[in-house]
């Protein structure tokens, strides 16, 4: 899964999960710093791991 495709998908659920997310009073997550740096490399594993150069 590359960046872009995880952008759709939240892009297309976005929606129903506010809803959710507000009919359970949770409130929608905020980002600071490098935390959703961090979230997306986990999210890829060794992915985003630095590559050596050719």
Known sequence: M????????????????????????IPW???SGTEMADLTASLHGLEFKRRPAD
């Not at 590359?2 to 009073?25: F, I, Q, Y």
């Open 2 to 25: 590359t960046s872009c495709h995880m952008v759709a998908a939240l892009w297309e659920h976005g929606p129903a999960m506010a809803d959710r997310m507000k009919s359970k009073n």
């Open 29 to 31: 997550p905020r980002f």
